[in-house]
């Protein structure tokens, strides 16, 4: 089962550090990890994607709460939360296929940020179901390279 748990840490040296140990100490992969600074500098929100059973996540929740530097931890599990990714594709486009992505990329609400003779660089961010619908669409097209940020997500309430 994924989970995506949102960590509010202490914006200081180190801290991506200790947590993602703790992770790799209790043998779980992080799927992604997306950390920023929030409204207040002095502290950062992590949002980690992993994938394991409500028990062992439990106790490296737990974990996680014993770290000096860890303010709260919310695991979105069950709960109403927004997500969010974003991608950058750098897509094949030739004179005869260009009409045809821009058209997607208008569908997706995705924004092409660079063009070049060869190929297009576009901007798309969504769910996951939308990412990975529109990668499906860009795949014929040739992929060159794609970048993810990984989600991030915040509590409705």
Sequence with gaps: MKHIISVLVQNKFGVLSRVANLFSARGFNIDSLSVGETQDTSTSRMTIVVEGDDRVLEQVTKQLNKLI?????????????????????????TATTRAEIMQMVDIFRARIVSVREKHFTIEVTGTEDKISAFLDL??????????????????RA
Excluded: H, S
């Excluded at 795949?139 to 989600?151: D, M, N, S, V, Y």
């Design 69 to 93: 530097d860890v303010i709260k931890v919310i695991d979105f599990q069950g709960g109403e939360f927004v997500d969010r990714e974003l991608v950058l594709i750098k897509v094949n486009a």
């Design 138 to 155: 860009m795949r014929p097209f040739g992929i060159k390279e794609l970048a993810r940020t990984g989600k991030v997500a915040i509590a």
